[in-house]
């Protein structure tokens, strides 16, 4: 699992632009810049869409105020279900970046990967919360089971950021 200090992998995530799915290299966003990075086990699951996006909804202006230039929503998911799911909650209104990891790459490639064969959740994101900066990971947030949505809320986020 990837930790605090080290580089995030080279990955493509996809999103949808005025022409359909655009890959989106994570390098490139991230490169020379302070990025909140969020990921969620799958959009429109309940906690993901009650309290994890609606946090960073919340939150928006105060990280911007403290210096971070995007925020940025991965999930396990295609890139129609991301663009419809941030039209949905507010997200892709209030400037959140919907990304989707199709591939379960770099989900796989940052050791966040698992399976919940039980619940229909294959291949999907553990539930997670990063700073950024210039490709480097400062902070890194988990939660301590499922369901919960509390470190790796924006105000979680925000509160270890000081």
Not at 12 to 21: D, F, R, S
Not at 27 to 33: E, H, L, P
Not at 42 to 50: D, E, L, V
Not at 119 to 139: F, H, K, N, Q
Request: overall charge negative.
């Amino acid at each position: 699992m990837i930790s605090v200090g080290e580089k995030l992998p080279e990955a493509t995530l996809v999103q949808i632009g005025a022409k359909g799915p655009e890959p989106v290299a994570i390098g490139d966003k991230t490169r020379g810049r302070k990025v909140a990075i969020f990921a969620v086990p799958g959009a429109y699951t309940p906690t993901c869409s009650a309290a994890h996006v609606p946090s960073f909804i919340r939150t928006k202006d105060q990280l911007i105020a403290k210096g971070v230039d995007e925020i940025i929503c991965i999930s396990v998911n295609d890139p129609f279900v991301m663009a419809a799911w941030g039209k949905e909650t507010g997200a892709t209104e209030a400037g959140i970046t919907m990304l989707a990891d199709a591939d379960c790459s770099l989900t796989e490639a940052i050791g966040m990967r698992f399976d919940a064969a039980a619940a229909g959740l294959l291949a999907r994101s553990l539930r997670y919360a990063m700073l950024v900066e210039d490709g480097e990971v400062t902070i890194l947030q988990m939660e301590k089971g499922p369901g919960i949505c509390e470190l790796t809320a924006g105000e979680g986020l925000l509160e270890t950021m000081g």
